[in-house]
């Protein structure tokens, strides 16, 4: 057990792939990393939106619908200053929405 954090048989053996030792190294480190922050509440969610309309503007109100809860709830819980917050909206957030819109 390292921080709280117990792995589970299945990533506790050991596995024939680098990648996918590598793969658990990097998990653990990714969650001995929260743990170290010592969250009061953790937020996981799962993206469950269509980007791949046939229209332009299918693909652009299912991205309106997503992403605007997304924006809410960094509305009501960090500052518009916070440049966690701007990292975040600029770096994931909008990277992944110009990925809805095809390039050509």
Known sequence: MVNGYSPSSDSASSSSSPASSTASMNAESLLNALWSLSPKVMVVTEQDSNHNGSTLMERLLE????????????????????????????????????NILPVK
């Open 63 to 98: 991205a309106l619908y997503s992403y605007a809860a997304l924006f809410d709830c960094l509305e009501s819980t960090v500052s518009r200053t916070s440049l966690e917050r701007l990292k975040v909206e600029k770096i994931l957030f909008g990277e992944e929405i110009k």
